[in-house]
């Protein structure tokens, strides 16, 4: 079995942002050498977010009202309690999912037309971590 | 390592449906000869879902009234200025996860007493596909 | 390529618990030699979770919050015709996911400073399992 690892650095300029990454996985992947196997893509950060999705900016406008209501700031989340102001960010990385595993066939991400990979930042401005583990052969 | 990948395709009658595909990735399992393992069952189409829960109709009604409810149809998404109409089916898909993997154990699907993997579509009446990895050994 | 299976066991003593199982999860993964690989931590029955976040009281007890009002109790899910009563439960599994791949980087969970694998319960005081799923070199 081949494995190769690599970890994807983000530090955005705004607290929310939505980044196509599609594009340096498929490098990682094809620097691996794997043809047939797995590559797990996984935020580190536990306010941030990786799923698969259209790149179309209306969508994603979409996606950030649609968070903004269903994991609303407020300032009374008992996680506060900590000193931290960011207890939304951590429910929209639950709702959103933290990973994806994108299948690779033939040495390539064995995608449909239209995925492509992001990472979804709830808590930017600061420097986090994605990781990127190709696993085959 | 041992590898095996097929496609699932549907075109289903109605817009929406739950459709489960437990024995089709059972038999695409048997056939890899995979004794110890992990498959991998992904939608690869950006308005449909793959889960693991109950095979009962209640339920399944269930899921489309409590989607209905959480990622409701809406003319005014922004994605449909692209033209498109299915921006509940995109934000269904990120709220129920696009993919699942099953552990493979003594050359079966090891899953528990009612585990059972569904197909869920959201946008309907037009050819989509799943794939289904298999790895191991 | 190297395999360990292993199954943990729950019986809460509440119907609703948030469980710490890292620990548990990276003994395994030390018994099992894989240096390079992942590990699936995947909960067997419909109405648990399996997912990574911060190990902090008070964003559990918004989570617990956050699922009430997502998912709420409710005696008139289709799903209670059976005689259940848990329809919530198998929602709560379907929104914070079942199942997550953590990264082995050099034999040890490769995760992120706050990252803490949590299995969820939310239809407890009843035997459960998790299957931990070893795979790699």
Known sequence: MKS???YLWFNTDHEHEYINITEKVATI???SGVQEG???VSAMHIT???YVNDAE???ISDIEEWLTKLAPPNPNYKHHRTGETNGDAHLRRLLMGHQVMV???KGKLDVGPWEQVYYAEFDGQRRKRV???V???
């Open 4 to 6: 190769k690892t690599e």
């Open 29 to 31: 992947v094809r620097e």
């Open 38 to 40: 797995i590559v797990l």
């Open 48 to 50: 941030a977010s990786v």
């Open 57 to 59: 900016d209306g969508l």
């Open 103 to 105: 299948p690779i066939t």
């Open 131 to 133: 990781i990127v583990k």
């Open 135 to 137: 696993l085959g052969e």
